[in-house]
Structures are given as structure tokens and as C-alpha cells.
């Protein structure tokens, strides 16, 4: 046979077993691998390169060395599943850094890491002040984890108080002007009612790039048309405002009118409303 | 404008928001989101039916002023 037949060949085949390999390997960002599992890649990667270029003597011996190494990972890998200590052999164990505020030296000089590198890694986490910190931990990834003092954490809503409506992930029902059916259904909707949507908010559906409906059934458009003003939905602010409307007339006719009975009842569904609307704020007004 | 006539303006645009109220209760996916508009509902109605008791005991006073 031809040499450049067998390098094909073997290309080609080496081509389809890595594809094969690395899907098994799991799904692992390169950006987050141990530094065992770097090693291992570059291992395969250069065999794989070695063997497929024909430049070894005896190619039988690059393929067994490969998969000794292919295999070896995936089976490290299903161990590390099963087992806690060799988890721990492969991966290593986190290291704390910071711990109640106070930088652990020690473990700094184990980590090899210098004071210089522990700030900069703060830094990156958006903590310049070491004084805000209240624990870091340097990950078996080589990143750092910083949890901030209580404090120094951004607000939640919870912190602040605010009652918030319960939200779901939006569902994708247009792209590129085509309506998506399954989406769609998922929401208990169909396309007639997608279809009086649009024309309420007086689109053509070919002029749609985007259409996303929220879990309270409200739809929001973006258009290939970017010179018309996007028509939002303005219904769940007309709706507070109309009630809002509403309440203010019942406290006027409660001080219009002559009949103290009257005015008990006017009085009494003002406050009603005001109760509603309290009620309604985080839903209708965002 | 007398004041039955305004109290039915209120009360029409009452029912407009009940009608939307009730529209979102429909078609919202949470159990608590609805929960929050049913009730929303329940007091909508209970003021619309008071008002229209209102707009009986004016009508019946000022009968001239009736389907005004």
C-alpha cells in the first residue's frame, strides 16, 4: 500500500475515534480542567497527531498507547464518580485562601501563590478591598471563589423588602418570522391567539425577528424594521392605572355625597381598591 | 354631568379592568400569579355590585336623569 493511502486512512480513522472519545469524556470546559486532565489532553492530542502523520515506526504501538490513555481517562473519570477518594487523588482538594477575613498564609505557600496573584484573583471577583472579604477558596480548577462579608453583598429583593412577582423563563415563539409551535403550546396557547397579539400591536408576523411571551402570557416583539418604534405592551400599566383611576373616584364620591350610608360604602371599596392595588403592584407594574 | 352618570362611568371602567383582571388569571402559568388575580377579581366584584346597588337607589331618586 502507498504511504499517503495509510496516512489517509489512519486520519480518517484516528478523525472519528477522538471525535468518539472526547464526546465520551464528558462536557467539561477546557477553561475549567484540571491540571490532570490538561496533561491527559495534550498526551492524546499529540499521539493522535503522531499517529495519524505515519510518524511513528510502528503505528499498533502509537494506537494501543492511545487508547491506554483514552480509556484510562474515561475510566479515572467514572471512578471519580463512584468513588470519593479517587475524586480526591485526581482532582485535588480545594484549598481555603481566606477564612473569617484573615488570609491563610499557609495555605497561600502550599497553593503557590503569591500575595500579588491572591489580589489580583479578589479583583477579578470585584472585591478591591481584602477588608470585604470574608472567605475565598482557590477552586481544584485554579480559579478563586470569594464569598463576601454580609454586608458588602448586593441587595436582593428580599433584603430590600419588595414583594416581586414569582417569574419564569420566557418562551421563544418567533424567529426570523417563523412561528414556533412547540414553545408555543408549552404556554397553552396556539397560533391564532399569537396571531390576534400581533395584530393588536399592529405587526405583520414577516416583520418579526423575535417574539418572546412571559409567563403572564405577555408578548414582546422585536422587529427587522428597526426605524419603527417597537410597540410594547402597555396593557398591565393601563390596568394599574385604571384601577388606580377608579379608586380616586370612589373617595371623591365619598366626599360628594350627602347619605352617610353611601359614604360608608364609597369609603369602604376606595379602600378595597387601595388594598387591590397594593396587592397588584408587583405584578402589573415592573 | 350628574352623579348617577359618573358612577357609571366608574363602574363601566370597573368592569373593563375585571374583564382584563380575569384574562390574566386565565392565562398565567403560576398557581400562586393566578391566585392573586382571582382574588383580585373576587374584589372587583364585590365593589361593582355595591356601586350598582348605588346606581339603583340614585336612579330611583332622580328618575329623570334615568339611562343617562
Keep these: 500500500m502507498e504511504t499517503w493511502v495509510q496516512v489517509l486512512i489512519r486520519s480518517v480513522a484516528i478523525f472519528i475515534l477522538l471525535l468518539a472519545a472526547v464526546r465520551f469524556m464528558g462536557k467539561r470546559s477546557i477553561a475549567r480542567i484540571t491540571p490532570f486532565h490538561a496533561v491527559s489532553y495534550i498526551v492524546i492530542a499529540v499521539l493522535a497527531a503522531l499517529v495519524s502523520a505515519n510518524a511513528l515506526i510502528n503505528p499498533v504501538l502509537g494506537f494501543i498507547s492511545l487508547g491506554v490513555w483514552v480509556i484510562g481517562t474515561i475510566a479515572l473519570e467514572y471512578l471519580a464518580l463512584k468513588s470519593k477518594w479517587v475524586h480526591d487523588l485526581i482532582y485535588g482538594k480545594e484549598t481555603v485562601l481566606i477564612k473569617h477575613g484573615r488570609v491563610m498564609e499557609q495555605s497561600l505557600l502550599k497553593a503557590r501563590l503569591t500575595g500579588e496573584e491572591l489580589l489580583r484573583a479578589l479583583r477579578a471577583k470585584n472585591a478591591f478591598s481584602l477588608a470585604d472579604v470574608e472567605f475565598a477558596v482557590l477552586e481544584t480548577t485554579g480559579d478563586i471563589s470569594v464569598f463576601m462579608k454580609s454586608d458588602k453583598k448586593p441587595a436582593t429583593a428580599r433584603d430590600l423588602e419588595i414583594k416581586t412577582a414569582p417569574l419564569t423563563e420566557p418562551q421563544t415563539v418567533i424567529l426570523d418570522g417563523n412561528i414556533l409551535n412547540e414553545p408555543l403550546a408549552s404556554l397553552g ?11 393588536k400591536l399592529g405587526v405583520s408576523l414577516d416583520n418579526v425577528f423575535i417574539a418572546q411571551v412571559d409567563s403572564s402570557g405577555e408578548l414582546y416583539v422585536d422587529l427587522f ?10 396593557v398591565k400599566e393601563m390596568l394599574y392605572a385604571g384601577l388606580e383611576k377608579g379608586q380616586a373616584d370612589l373617595s371623591a364620591f ?4 350627602q347619605d352617610e350610608n353611601a359614604k360608608k360604602m364609597y369609603n369602604k371599596n376606595a379602600k378595597k381598591l387601595e388594598d387591590l392595588l397594593k396587592m397588584l403592584k408587583p405584578y402589573l407594574l415592573k | 354631568m350628574t352623579v348617577a352618570s359618573q358612577v357609571k362611568q366608574v363602574l363601566a371602567a370597573l368592569k373593563g379592568s375585571q374583564g382584563t383582571l380575569r384574562l ?22 364585590e365593589i361593582i355590585r355595591d356601586l350598582e346597588k348605588r346606581l339603583s337607589v340614585l336612579e330611583y331618586q332622580e328618575p329623570q336623569y334615568k339611562g343617562n
Design chain 1, 225 to 234: 424594521d428597526d426605524s419603527v418604534q417597537n410597540p410594547q405592551p402597555k
Design chain 2, 24 to 45: 390574566y388569571a386565565a392565562q398565567t402559568q403560576e398557581e400562586e400569579t393566578r391566585a392573586v388575580y382571582d382574588e383580585a377579581v373576587d374584589t372587583t366584584t
Design chain 1, 189 to 199: 396557547l396556539n397560533r391564532e391567539w399569537l396571531g390576534t397579539q400581533l395584530e
Design chain 1, 254 to 257: 365619598a366626599l360628594q355625597t
